[in-house]
Nanobody, 128 residues
């Protein structure tokens, strides 16, 4: 069974940090670019960050540049999103998604329509 499972969300104070994990089962992430997306109440889903299957290409939305870092550990079949200096406007449900590419590809997309598999989401709340 193909599955993506996010974890690591929670409640954190402004300025704090969280690390989200996206673990895959039933398939190898070696052949997939991975994206992190978020959706806040009443807002459209937004692409936050993405990484190519090679790990050599990454993308960030402007609002998180310098604060968030995406990385991947293919041996663990897991992708991470390190989130530092969190702000209340980062509050949302965070989803990871997998886009089929090829092994060692530098291709990466921020278009959610290109992604094949999605996780169930993890809530991140930034509040004092």
């Amino acid at each position: 069974q193909v599955q993506l499972v996010e974890s690591g969300g929670g409640l954190v104070q402004p300025g704090g940090s969280l690390r989200l994990s996206c673990a895959a089962s039933g398939f190898s992430l070696d052949y997939y670019a991975i994206g992190w997306f978020r959706q806040a109440p009443g807002k459209e889903r937004e692409g936050v960050s993405s990484i190519s299957s090679s790990g050599g290409s990454t993308r960030y939305v402007d609002s998180v540049k310098g604060r968030f870092t995406i990385s991947r550990d293919n041996a663990k079949n897991t992708v991470y999103l390190q989130m530092n200096s969190l702000k209340p406007e980062d509050t949302a449900v965070y989803y990871c998604a997998a886009d089929a590419t090829s092994l060692y590809s530098d291709y990466v997309s921020t278009n959610p329509g290109f992604y094949d598999y999605w996780g169930q989401g993890t809530q991140v709340t930034v509040s004092s």
